[in-house]
């Protein structure tokens, strides 16, 4: 079973950026970030599949950016212009390496049954 750990998480004011890590332990061919604040429902934030295609949730286009290393072990979310409503548990999360999920399966809509392995979490907070 791969094994995921995230990592970059911290303070930032309103407006600075952070850029988080997902090491897994095996590849996968979906990976993923979604995060959860109190009192709210965990929502994804942006998925990349094998083929470099990324989709993003619609309050954080044009500001986060999802990228991968070509081993498909590695995965970082760029947060750029953060809010406060940024504020949240960031979770990385991924498709088991033995299943080819990509294009449309691969997609950061809440739940996604594909996305069964999970990361920890790291904790992001924005002040103003």
């Known amino acids: 079973q791969v094994e995921l750990t995230e990592s970059g998480g911290g303070s930032v004011q309103a407006g600075g950026s952070l850029r988080l890590s997902c090491k897994a332990s095996g590849y996968s061919y979906c990976m993923a970030w979604f995060r959860e604040s109190p009192g709210k429902e965990r929502e994804g934030v942006a998925t990349?599949?094998?083929?470099?295609?990324?989709t993003y949730a619609d309050s954080v286009k044009g500001r986060f950016t999802i990228s991968n290393d070509n081993d498909y072990k590695n995965w970082y979310l760029q947060m750029d212009a953060l809010k406060p409503e940024d504020s949240a548990m960031y979770y990385c999360?991924?498709?088991?390496?033995?299943?080819?999920?990509?294009?449309?399966?691969?997609?950061?809509?809440?739940?996604?049954?594909?996305?069964?392995?999970w990361g920890q979490g790291t904790l992001v907070t924005v002040s103003t």
């Open positions: 990349i599949d094998s083929d470099g295609r990324a």
């Open positions: 999360a991924a498709a088991p390496q033995h299943r080819v999920i990509t294009g449309s399966f691969c997609h950061p809509n809440f739940p996604n049954e594909y996305l069964d392995i």
